[in-house]
C-alpha cells in the first residue's frame, strides 16, 4: 500500500514570554475562577463560527474549544473582515480575559491578536501579525521550511491505522525558544490517536534551530504544522 505524508509550516511570532500574558491551554482557560481577571495567552484553530455579523466563533486548540466574541488589535480597535478575513482551519494566537456570557456560555471578549496563519497559506512559511522585523528562525542552518522534508523522511506509518486504510490530517503547533530548542508541542487538529502520536514523535525529534531575532535578540517564534497521512487517495 503507497503512503503518503505531507507537512507544511505556517507561522506566527510570541514575542519573548515576559512580554505576553501566560500561554495557558483552552481547557486550563475554561476552568479559571470567575474572579479571575488576569489576561492569558491561548491559541488553537478556527472549527466553525457562531456568528458572522459579530465575528464570534470557536476556537479548539485539542483540549477544548471557547468562544472568541471579537478580535481586536494591540490599541483595541476592532478588526473588521476586511482588514482580518478568517475561515474555519485558520490558526489564532490571542489573548484575553475569561468572562461568562449569560451565566453559560465561556467566552474571551474582544480577544486581541497575537498571530493567526490562514489555512490557504500553510503550503509555506507565513509570519504575521507582530512579525515586523523578525529574522526567522533557520533549521539546520537553512530555511524553516527545510523542516518539512526532514519530518517526511522520518514519517513511519502506523500499523494500526494502516490495517484500517485510515487517511488523516494532523494539525500540530510548536515553538523554537529564545536558546533553538523545539518546544510546546500540541495537538490543534487530531486525526486517528496513532496517527497523532506518529506526528509529535518525529517533530519531537528535531535538532536544535537558529532562533528567530528581532534587533538581534532571540525572540520566541509559534507555528502551525500539518501532516497528512494517506494510502495514496486524493487529498482534501
Same mark, same amino acid.
Given at each position: 500500500?503507497?503512503?503518503?505524508?505531507?507537512?507544511?509550516?505556517?507561522?506566527?511570532?510570541? %514575542?519573548?514570554?515576559?512580554?505576553?500574558?501566560?500561554?495557558?491551554?483552552?481547557?486550563?482557560?475554561?476552568?479559571?475562577?470567575?474572579?479571575?481577571?488576569?489576561?492569558?495567552?491561548?491559541?488553537?484553530?478556527?472549527?466553525?463560527?457562531?456568528?458572522? #455579523?459579530?465575528?464570534?466563533?470557536?476556537?479548539?486548540?485539542?483540549?477544548? #474549544?471557547?468562544?472568541?466574541?471579537?478580535?481586536?488589535?494591540?490599541?483595541?480597535?476592532?478588526?473588521?473582515?476586511?482588514?482580518?478575513?478568517?475561515?474555519?482551519?485558520?490558526?489564532?494566537?490571542?489573548?484575553?480575559?475569561?468572562?461568562?456570557?449569560?451565566?453559560?456560555?465561556?467566552?474571551?471578549?474582544?480577544?486581541?491578536?497575537?498571530?493567526?496563519?490562514?489555512?490557504?497559506?500553510?503550503?509555506?512559511?507565513?509570519?504575521?501579525?507582530?512579525?515586523?522585523?523578525?529574522?526567522?528562525?533557520?533549521?539546520?542552518?537553512?530555511?524553516?521550511?527545510?523542516?518539512?522534508?526532514?519530518?517526511? =523522511?522520518?514519517?513511519?506509518?502506523?500499523?494500526?491505522?494502516?490495517?484500517?486504510? %485510515?487517511?488523516?490530517?494532523?494539525?500540530? #503547533?510548536?515553538?523554537?525558544?529564545? =536558546?533553538?530548542?523545539?518546544?510546546?508541542?500540541?495537538?490543534?487538529?487530531?486525526? =486517528?490517536?496513532?496517527?497523532?502520536?506518529?506526528?509529535?514523535?518525529?517533530?519531537?525529534? #528535531?535538532?536544535?534551530?537558529?532562533?528567530?531575532?528581532?534587533?538581534?535578540?532571540?525572540?520566541?517564534?509559534?507555528?502551525?504544522?500539518?501532516?497528512?497521512?494517506?494510502?495514496?487517495?486524493? %487529498?482534501?
Amino acid at each position: 500500500m503507497r503512503h503518503l505524508f505531507i507537512a507544511a509550516l505556517a507561522g506566527g511570532i510570541c %514575542l519573548a514570554a515576559s512580554a505576553q500574558p501566560k500561554e495557558i491551554s483552552i481547557r486550563e482557560f475554561r476552568t479559571l475562577p470567575e474572579s479571575d481577571t488576569t489576561s492569558y495567552t491561548i491559541g488553537g484553530v478556527i472549527e466553525k463560527f457562531r456568528s458572522t #455579523s459579530t465575528r464570534s466563533f470557536y476556537l479548539n486548540d485539542g483540549t477544548a #474549544s471557547v468562544l472568541i466574541y471579537g478580535i481586536v488589535d494591540g490599541e483595541g480597535q476592532v478588526l473588521s473582515s476586511a482588514r482580518l478575513p478568517l475561515s474555519i482551519g485558520d490558526s489564532l494566537c490571542v489573548c484575553g480575559r475569561k468572562t461568562i456570557y449569560d451565566r453559560t456560555v465561556v467566552e474571551m471578549k474582544n480577544a486581541v491578536l497575537i498571530s493567526c496563519a490562514r489555512m490557504e497559506e500553510q503550503a509555506g512559511l507565513v509570519f504575521s501579525g507582530e512579525a515586523d522585523g523578525v529574522t526567522p528562525p533557520l533549521f539546520k542552518g537553512k530555511d524553516a521550511n527545510t523542516f518539512t522534508p526532514w519530518v517526511n =523522511d522520518r514519517l513511519c506509518y502506523p500499523a494500526s491505522a494502516s490495517a484500517k486504510g %485510515l487517511d488523516g490530517k494532523v494539525v500540530l #503547533s510548536f515553538s523554537i525558544d529564545t =536558546d533553538g530548542k523545539l518546544t510546546d508541542i500540541k495537538v490543534l487538529q487530531g486525526a =486517528d490517536r496513532a496517527l497523532n502520536a506518529e506526528a509529535i514523535r518525529v517533530v519531537r525529534k #528535531s535538532p536544535k534551530w537558529t532562533p528567530g531575532k528581532i534587533d538581534g535578540k532571540p525572540v520566541k517564534v509559534t507555528y502551525t504544522f500539518p501532516v497528512y497521512f494517506s494510502t495514496g487517495r486524493d %487529498l482534501d
